[in-house]
């Protein structure tokens, strides 16, 4: 099974990306899927997650109101729509799910990452 990011880049204060991740491979079934960040010399931190069905969402303090999480259980992906960015946001952003695989159970499973840089 495989996670891949995409969507990362160089953007200015107050723009907009929005970061997609992809999940293929083995049968598997998907349970929560979130977003984290790691910016340099920080821990990684909890950017959103969202539920199985997508009904229920939990952001940072430090996102609310400017990104938004979503997912297309059809396609197997995520979204993270990140609006009114800052510098402050700059960081690796990192696709993480819980994943129920044939054979293997549940566990969870991570992208490789996708660099997002915002100038002022």
């Known amino acids: 099974v495989q996670l891949v990011e995409s969507g990362g880049g160089l953007v200015q204060a107050g723009g907009s990306l929005r970061l997609s991740c992809a999940a293929s491979?083995?049968?598997?079934?998907?349970?929560?899927m979130g977003w984290y960040r790691q910016a340099p010399g920080k821990q990684r931190e909890l950017v959103a997650v969202?539920?199985?069905?997508?009904?229920?969402?939990n952001y940072a303090d430090s996102v609310k109101g400017r990104f938004t999480i979503s997912r297309d259980n059809a396609k197997n992906t995520m979204y993270l729509q990140m609006n009114s960015l800052k510098p402050e946001d700059t960081a690796v952003y990192y696709c993480?799910?819980?994943?129920?695989?044939?054979?293997?159970?549940?566990?969870?499973?991570w992208g490789q990452g996708t660099q997002v840089t915002v100038s002022s």
């Open positions: 993480n799910a819980v994943l129920f695989v044939a054979g293997r159970g549940l566990n969870a499973y």
């Open positions: 491979g083995s049968t598997f079934s998907i349970n929560t």
């Open positions: 969202i539920s199985s069905g997508g009904g229920s969402t």
